[in-house]
């Protein structure tokens, strides 16, 4: 897998107050971007449900054993991998090439109800899906006590 460069892996932490617009800071990064972009984007929708967080990555043509996922910190959801260059030979004649390549890596900060221990991962159809469960928060006990009446 290639090494990223330093600094194109941006942190989405949407639970940090005033933090930079994720895009205007990517236009920052790579502003002269094109096809031959080293790092590829990688769409990932991010849904909360009352028992866990779950991560849709598309990752179409990109194989279980060249996708990484990793917790850093303990609580941030590292995806990364890297989606392979088609071999050519010399009598191929390419007239058009959109689909992206090269090393990818998405960073997502998780709150602190992420039980970051019991995460899931199944890569179905192009389609990577990570569950990462909530923890356990239980219902607060009750105290009651007697008042004494004076």
């Known amino acids: 897998m290639s ?3 330093p600094g194109l892996d941006p942190l989405f932490d949407p639970f940090s107050v005033g933090t930079s617009s994720l ?7 790579w502003p002269d971007r094109d096809e031959t972009t080293a790092i590829t984007q990688t769409n990932v ?5 009352p ?15 060249e996708v990484k ?3 850093e910190d303990g609580n941030i959801l590292h995806i990364s991998g890297e989606r392979m260059k088609q071999e050519e030979t010399d009598t191929d004649t390419w007239h058009r090439v959109e689909r992206q390549r090269g090393s990818f890596l998405r960073r997502f900060k998780l709150p602190e109800n992420a039980n970051m221990e019991d995460v899931q991962c199944i890569l179905d159809h192009g ?7 909530k923890k356990e928060t239980g219902k607060p006990a009750r105290n009651i006590r007697a008042v004494d009446i004076n």
């Open 3 to 5: 090494t990223l460069t």
């Open 45 to 49: 929708d991010w849904a909360e449900t």
């Open 51 to 65: 028992e866990s967080h779950i991560f849709h990555t598309d990752i179409p043509g990109v194989r279980k054993n």
């Open 127 to 133: 389609v990577l899906t990570v569950t990462v469960p």
């Open 23 to 29: 895009l205007s800071d990517l236009g920052r990064r």
């Open 69 to 71: 996922v990793q917790v």
